[in-house]
């Protein structure tokens, strides 16, 4: 199990936080600002496949929060690369241009998630944080009496420890372990998936827009990645349908995402203008919009796409995890401030907790307003399933 970070002997703690992707960190790096005593749990010892994001400028401020001053040329950001705005062919099949020069910082943000998430982890480390890499999270019992409210299970491939904490969040992503530990339901509106695959071409390609395509059954996105190597210049491509749809299955292989794309009235021409071919293996991952039944409750909560996941068209998904994260942290400082012995009123009745309850509340409304918006004002291809779900 390595550690990093202070405190390595401990097995007591303020918080436990399981999960270190954005909502992890962000939640790590806020309580331990505070000064609060947090383990931070990551489940992997080297990095996978993650899907990249893109960030409208609106959370460029909130990057610079938890990473530092983009614009220092003495700070190394990995997994950022600067946009400049959205080319979308969604109401017709002319393109709809989004420049970025005219906001407040002049640009977005393209994510590279494992150079990214490795970053936070760092900042949650210089924090005072501890982080454990390597790690599950098997189980969790209540404490009824005594200064801790949880005893965890936690496991490596070569040994079971068992840790004490106040509270515990739970940042594991969709999977939402904890939650499920805990026998909270999981709502699924819909089946969205995502087939993702990396293209190259050789030099650079100046291209910095992000670019979303509807489709008769389903939609594109693409970007430019951060970093290059070897002198060439990557791309990912992602494919999103119904996973109970024909297209679907014909993305999860080669020749049938192939086909796919060539049926693009935009990326397949960018693609093949600029020289970039396939390379690796499509990827899939979830994409449908999923929340819990309850965000929060005795002495724990739910964070990030833990406590609800998004449709990636919206956006969202770390800039809600960033935000939501530092919200957490904020909330569970005060209740464990207000509440310094023992473990009575840390459950969703305290004031602190509540309000995150609520504002987690607001937030689902909010987004599934503007999900369905967005859907409906594509007005093409009415009579095909994937859109016939969306109207």
């Avoid at 005593?37 to 899907?51: A, C, G, H, N």
């Amino acid at each position: 199990m390595p550690l990093t970070g202070h405190g390595r002997t401990n097995t007591t703690w303020d918080v436990v936080i399981v999960g270190a992707g954005p909502a992890g960190t962000a939640t790590a790096i806020t309580l331990a600002k505070f000064g609060q005593r947090v383990l931070l749990l990551e489940e992997r010892t080297s990095p996978r496949f993650k899907l990249g994001e893109s960030l409208p400028p609106t959370s460029v401020g909130l990057v610079k929060h938890f990473l530092g001053d983009l614009e220092d040329p003495a700070q190394s950001l990995p997994g950022l690369f600067r946009t400049a705005g959205n080319v979308s062919l969604w109401t017709t099949e002319q393109a709809d241009i989004t420049d970025f020069f005219f906001t407040m910082t002049g640009f977005g943000l393209c994510v590279e998630r494992l150079a990214f998430d490795e970053a936070l982890r760092s900042s949650a480390v210089a924090a005072g944080a501890t982080l454990l890499k390597g790690v599950r999270f098997e189980s969790c019992m209540r404490i009824a009496d005594g200064p801790f409210n949880w005893q965890l299970k936690l496991s490596s491939d070569t040994q079971t420890q068992q840790h004490h904490a106040r509270y515990l969040v739970d940042c594991s992503g969709r999977r939402a372990v904890v939650a499920k530990a805990l026998g909270v339901p999981i709502t699924r509106h819909d089946c969205l998936f995502a087939y993702a695959q990396w293209f190259s071409c050789s030099g650079d390609d100046d291209d910095r827009y992000t670019r979303i395509e509807a489709a008769p059954h389903g939609w594109w996105y693409s970007n430019r990645l951060p970093g290059a190597e070897n002198n060439e210049t990557r791309r990912l491509v992602v494919w999103h349908s119904d996973k109970d749809l024909p297209a679907a299955r014909m993305a999860a292989t080669g020749p049938g995402f192939d086909q796919l794309l060539d049926s693009s009235t935009h990326l397949a021409p960018l693609l093949k203008a600029r020289g970039y071919l396939p390379c690796g293996t499509i990827r899939g991952a979830p994409a449908n919009s999923q929340r819990l039944q309850d965000f929060c409750g005795d002495a724990w909560m739910a964070v990030g796409d833990a406590a609800q996941a998004y449709d990636p068209l919206s956006s969202q998904g770390i800039d809600k995890a960033l935000r939501t994260g530092s919200h957490a942290g904020h909330m569970i400082h005060y209740a464990l401030t207000d509440c310094p012995e023992g473990t009575a009123g840390l459950g969703s009745h305290n004031a602190h907790i509540h309000q995150y309850a609520a504002q987690q509340q607001q937030l689902w409304q909010t987004y599934l307003s503007h999900k369905d918006f967005y859907y409906r004002t594509q007005p093409r291809w009415a009579e095909h399933p994937f859109w016939q779900r969306r109207r």
